[in-house]
């Protein structure tokens, strides 16, 4: 299940090594940590937070995915259908019994969409890449550290301290998050009422919170309930990341499983 290298012969996550897809995958987050702001990610929450743009069902979604690529991703260059369904069906092989954590490989990377037309068409740095919260230090284990020197919030005395704006044990869910595809996932999901366990919405919620799950920073902010839930992302991680190939899945072949838990787990239609 763990491959040591991704489909470009380098290790996973390596932003380092010299490869085609590296500098485009720089400037991404460039880009990106210049304009992730406090006051940006208030804004987009409240944007996105109407879920007014599009009725549609779960697994049209994922079509509309098959035009996605992601610029942010030096181990990937599929169309992100392909990644989703690659999640799911390597969770499914370990994990038989928990159809819940299938259903959140198909949908973690559903957020995506926001870079579709169809929902104004935000630019690659607002949607994809690692996130890590606004309103406190930029933590060095961010990838592509140096470029917060540019983000004007990194020199704003409120919110450049270890605990900024928030405070120790707070619960990540009063952190806000560098806006991307998965804080809005989290919140599509939510707000349509889906009956996924909490585990489930926080996997979708914090998987691209590679500073936490990964190197442990942040950890002062978490309280009772994000400790227990960070032990799936740990699970769920190692299935998003090491599943990534050229090995494609057939899409019509496995659909109708992925259909009945749909039908299990969300609405027919959802509000985005
Ligand atoms: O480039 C990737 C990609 O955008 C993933 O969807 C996200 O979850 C990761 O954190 C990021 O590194
Ligand atoms: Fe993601
Ligand atoms: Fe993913």
Redesign the pocket.
């Known amino acids: 299940m763990m491959p040591h290298t991704n489909s470009f012969g380098h290790t996973f996550?390596d932003y380092h090594v010299e490869s085609e897809r590296q500098q485009g995958?720089e400037n991404f987050y460039r880009t990106n940590h210049i304009n992730q702001t406090y006051d940006f990610v208030k804004r987009m929450r409240e944007e996105y937070g109407n879920l007014d743009k599009v009725e549609m069902s779960i697994w049209e979604c994922c079509e509309l995915l098959n035009d996605v690529v992601?610029e942010?991703?030096?181990?990937?260059d599929e169309p992100?259908i392909e990644?989703l369904l690659q999640t799911a069906e390597a969770i499914r092989k370990d994990y038989p019994d928990e159809d819940w954590l299938h259903l959140t490989g198909l949908i973690?990377?559903l957020g995506?969409v926001l870079l579709h037309p169809s929902f104004g068409g935000l630019p690659q740095w607002a949607?994809?890449?690692?996130?890590y919260p606004a309103g406190c230090a930029f933590d060095k284990s961010i990838?592509h550290h140096k470029y917060f020197e540019e983000n004007p919030d990194y020199h704003n005395p409120a919110y450049n301290t270890k605990y900024g704006v928030y405070s120790e044990g707070c619960g990540l869910n009063n952190v806000m998050m560098s806006w991307?595809?998965?804080d809005y996932m989290y919140l599509v999901a939510k707000e349509n009422n889906t009956t996924l366990p909490s585990a489930a919405l926080f996997i979708i919620r914090y998987?691209?919170?590679?500073a936490l799950h990964r190197s442990g920073s942040y950890k002062q902010l978490m309280n009772g309930e994000d400790v227990e839930n960070l032990k799936w992302l740990e699970i769920f991680n190692k299935y998003?990341l090491y599943s990534k190939s050229k090995v494609r899945i057939d899409v019509e072949k496995v659909k109708p499983y992925y259909l009945s838990l749909i039908e299990k787990y969300f609405p027919a239609k959802l509000r985005w």
């Open positions: 996550r995958v992601d942010s991703d030096p181990d990937l992100q990644h973690h990377d995506k949607v994809v890449g690692d996130t990838v991307g595809h998965d998987h691209s919170f590679y998003d």
